[in-house]
């Protein structure tokens, strides 16, 4: 019950801020701010360095773990400026691990295999025109994408055709963003009139 | 033209306004408006229905709660259906946030459908590291996750008895607010070749056609709307399908503002009403 | 200093994106040794960003900059919930796992859900249809909006149909290309990363 009143005042302290800035909605967003991070300061703790560094080193004596153990510490350093050298170590092994990681990954999922399959044999029938649609479109972006050459000629008008390929996108996109956002407001009036202020029936 | 100037630049709490009256109004006098289904959700429904019963998916719910609202009724309809099925679900997360609504969506899941956690479902919860973590669980599973979000070792759990990769499982179902569904595809089926299928935001959605056309993913379950679809394929009235009156009447009051507002500007134009306020602050 | 560095990312990059080609169970048992290093040392990234937002509020009491009463309620918070997460744990049922349902995760939300508001007064003042393109992204949002929700299919039975071809046509053709931009973009820098062409990620000597 208090626990509900809790999140409903909190919610109502964000919600003020539609009518201006206000000491309520500041209150709101530090206590956001700190009550996020400590909880993903917990949450490292209970989900990874407890089960993936402290159970190994403390029952299996498994010592090659202190290698990472030593790393995380080095870029620890990093949060006072004369630390930067050592941090850059473990900077420097993460960034190389996910750089190595995102040359197959992106190749194959998004060159090789997105290229495949614009190349693919078109439908029978009317389906044929979608797809002859979607490489039209395909191509003029790239070509409105490919700024190496000057727009102008077949060059100019491909990238023409494709920039309104974008915009039809982008409308989507957009239409879409806006249901997503218009979503988030209305969980949060369920909430509100159902958890808290109960003139709505409970599942 | 003195009143196309003031509507042009009425004050923004009057659209507030609007905007809170057309989701209020809606929630207390619903019109239960029906939700149509779009083929690819139901291709995502499919998927999963097509599973035999007894069969291992893994439901990685990568999002925190700045928009649980789309993302957490479309976990708990998944997870309904799996638990329906007797589909045995291994779940985690990939952002610290998302524990406790990873949490939160199984235990809702699992009440309305009598399901038990460690008999129907294991909750792994977090790992940090994204693509890192996508590809050892590929590798060894064990290795990114030794014991579960309680601290039981995986081999003492019979839904994770025998699983130690994707290759153990027949689906990897995706719940994600990021970036992150694009790793899955990436690797978990770029890499490992599972079976995937996604679940996202609204703001997301139409950033992954190019996927379900090339089958990489093979359905695509997108924001509220979305969730509300699979709410009706599974027979459910949750939040997701509660909400859509309120999603069609807002959405209607932001077209008509885009019209009005136009038309305002258009009619301006037309007077030659130079000062007009053509595309004002939006802070105003 | 940084030509140690560099070598690490150039091993480290080099080594895992052979790894991801090599089948061999001994080549596999590095790739995955490789992996949960570096799932901590991302961890001890995290808790790198918790410090430097330590750091900047407790600057900002020092110098009694305004708003620093605000400082203490995160600075507090932050303490009080990262004790009681590692003492009690953070699952439903424990102290912060109800802090987490009463305070995270409504406030989070109700951040998010604002968005709704500014949406609408923006669509209202901003999105004008000036050109043949924003005509274009006009009436495409205006179809999406009205086809994809249940009121759709009342207003005309084709919406909904119109909507889907909209996604699975234009919509498709220019993400795609959106994709394999991101894609090759994404490749070279990695590869300028593991050579040692771009540097930035390491600071200022």
């Known amino acids: 019950m208090i626990e509900t009143w809790v999140a409903a005042f909190l919610t109502l302290c964000v919600f003020s801020f539609l009518y201006k800035d206000n000491p309520f909605y500041r209150f709101a967003e530090h206590l956001f701010v700190g009550s996020a991070a400590g909880y993903l300061l917990a949450v490292q703790w209970q989900n990874v360095l407890l089960p993936n560094v402290w159970t190994p080193l403390a029952r299996g004596r498994d010592l090659i773990v202190l290698i990472p153990l030593l790393l995380g510490f080095m870029m620890l350093a990093r949060a006072w400026s004369k630390g930067a050298g050592i941090a850059r170590w473990s900077i420097a092994f993460y960034v190389g691990i996910y750089s190595g990681v995102a040359i197959p990954g992106y190749m194959q999922a998004q060159i090789f295999a997105q290229l495949a399959d614009a190349a693919k044999p078109w439908p029978a029938g009317w389906a044929a025109v979608n797809s002859a649609l979607v490489l039209v ?32 996108a982008f409308g989507a996109s957009f239409g879409y963003t806006v249901m997503a956002r218009v979503s988030l407001l209305i969980a949060r009036v369920q909430f509100l009139l159902r958890d808290w202020l109960h003139v709505l029936p409970s599942p | 033209m003195a009143w196309v100037r003031k509507l042009l630049s009425i004050d ?21 408006l029906p939700v149509t289904l779009t083929p690819r959700v139901k291709a995502a429904f499919d998927a999963i229905d097509a599973l035999p019963p007894g069969s291992k998916v893994l439901l990685s719910m990568d999002f925190e709660p700045d928009i649980m609202a789309e993302l957490m009724p479309m976990s708990v309809a998944i997870l309904r259906h799996c638990f329906r099925k007797r589909l045995q679900v ?15 969506a199984l235990t809702t899941a699992a009440k309305a459908e009598g399901a038990v956690r460690n008999r129907d479902y294991a909750w792994l919860g977090y790992k940090s590291g994204f693509q890192v973590v996508m590809i050892g669980i590929g590798e060894n599973l064990r290795g990114m996750y030794p014991v579960d979000f309680y601290g039981t070792p995986l081999d003492s759990i019979p839904v994770t008895r025998g699983v130690n990769s994707y290759r153990q499982t027949a689906m990897v179902i995706n719940v994600s607010g990021s970036s992150g569904t694009d790793y899955w595809i990436q690797f978990a089926q770029g890499r490992f070749h599972a079976p995937l299928v996604v679940g996202c935001t609204a703001v997301m959605a139409t950033d992954y056609y190019p996927y379900l056309s090339s089958r990489q993913i093979l359905g695509l379950i997108g924001g509220l709307k979305g969730a509300a679809e699979y709410e009706r394929l599974i027979d459910d009235f949750g939040d997701a399908r509660r909400g859509m009156d309120a999603q069609s009447l807002v959405h209607l009051i932001i077209v008509m503002l885009v019209i009005v507002g136009n038309a305002a500007l258009f009619i301006s134009k037309r007077a030659g009403d130079a000062g007009g306020p053509a595309a004002g602050s939006m802070t105003r | 200093m940084r030509r140690g560095p560099l070598l690490v990312t150039f091993l480290s990059g080099a080594a895992i994106a052979a790894l991801f080609f090599i089948p061999h169970y001994r080549a596999q048992e590095v790739n995955s040794k490789l992996l949960e290093w570096t799932l901590v040392v991302y961890a001890f990234a995290l808790i790198l960003g918790s410090i430097s937002l330590w750091n900047s509020h407790v600057r900002k009491m020092k110098k009694r900059a305004e708003g620093w009463g605000y400082s203490v309620v995160t600075l507090s918070t932050l303490l009080a919930i990262t004790i009681l997460g590692v003492w009690k744990g953070v699952g439903e049922g424990t102290p912060v796992g109800t802090i987490y349902d009463n305070v995270n995760s409504p406030l989070a939300s109700t951040m998010f859900a604002l968005l709704a508001f500014v949406i609408a007064s923006a669509a209202f003042r901003a999105f004008r249809a000036r050109s043949v393109e924003a005509t274009l992204l006009l009436i495409t949002a205006i179809v999406m909006m009205v086809g994809r929700v249940s009121i759709g299919p009342l207003i005309s039975p084709h919406l909904p149909g119109v909507t889907e071809w909209l996604l699975d046509v234009p919509n498709l053709a220019a993400k795609r290309a959106i994709a394999l931009g991101v894609g090759l973009g994404a490749v070279s820098i990695a590869l300028k990363i593991i050579l ?9 000597s």
């Not at chain 1, 479109?137 to 023409?160: D, E």
């Not at chain 2, 990939?94 to 609504?101: H, N, S």
Request: aromatic share 14%.
């Open chain 1, 137 to 168: 479109g395909f191509l003029t972006v790239l070509a409105y994408f490919f700024f190496s050459a000057p727009h102008t000629g077949v060059h100019g008008a491909g990238a023409r055709v494709g920039i309104y390929f974008l915009m039809v």
């Open chain 2, 12 to 32: 923004r709490r009057i659209i507030f306004l609007l905007v809170a009256a057309g989701v209020v109004l809606p929630l207390l006098f619903p019109l239960n």
């Open chain 3, 196 to 204: 040692g062409i771009e540097r930035s990620y390491l600071g200022r």
């Open chain 2, 90 to 104: 291994i779940a985690m997360t990939l952002y610290p946030a998302g524990t406790g609504l990873g949490e939160r």
